[in-house]
Nanobody, 125 residues
Framework: VQLQASGGGLVQAGGSLRLSCVAS????????MGWFRQAPGKEREFVAA???????YYADSVKGRFTISRDNAKNTVYLQMNSLKPEDTAVYYC????????????????????WGQGTQVTVSS
């Protein structure tokens, strides 16, 4: 399984970015997908997840600003990030695994076996 993330960059506070993650090597429509981020000196943290059924989950810190979506025809998951804040600065990673038994697992990085290479998002104040 390979994941290729893209779309990161430098943006001013209040701006927007859309991250994309293309998956290959497994049946995408039968996979749960997640976005996580890691800032320097901090642990990797959950951002958003979308189940195979398109159910979505968000960290409280991004709720109302970020939107996760998927296009099964393109094997791609997206993260639309609006109203960006300096504290959103981090390397963003997409991750995937087969359908998980409960939403308890989709927000935990240890639940995912496959990870993309990460894309840097920097928000200036």
């Amino acid at each position: 399984v390979q994941l290729q993330a893209s779309g990161g960059g430098l943006v001013q506070a209040g701006g927007s970015l859309r991250l994309s993650c293309v998956a290959s090597g497994r049946t995408f429509s039968s996979s749960d997908m997640g976005w996580f981020r890691q800032a320097p000196g901090k642990e990797r943290e959950f951002v958003a997840a979308i189940r195979w059924s398109s159910g979505t989950y968000y960290a409280d810190s991004v709720k109302g600003r970020f939107t996760i979506s998927r296009d099964n025809a393109k094997n791609t998951v997206y993260l639309q990030m609006n109203s960006l804040k300096p504290e959103d600065t981090a390397v963003y990673y997409c991750a995937t695994d087969s359908v998980m038994s409960s939403s308890y697992y989709v927000i935990r990085p240890g639940s995912y076996e496959y990870w993309g290479q990460g894309t840097q998002v920097t928000v200036s104040s």
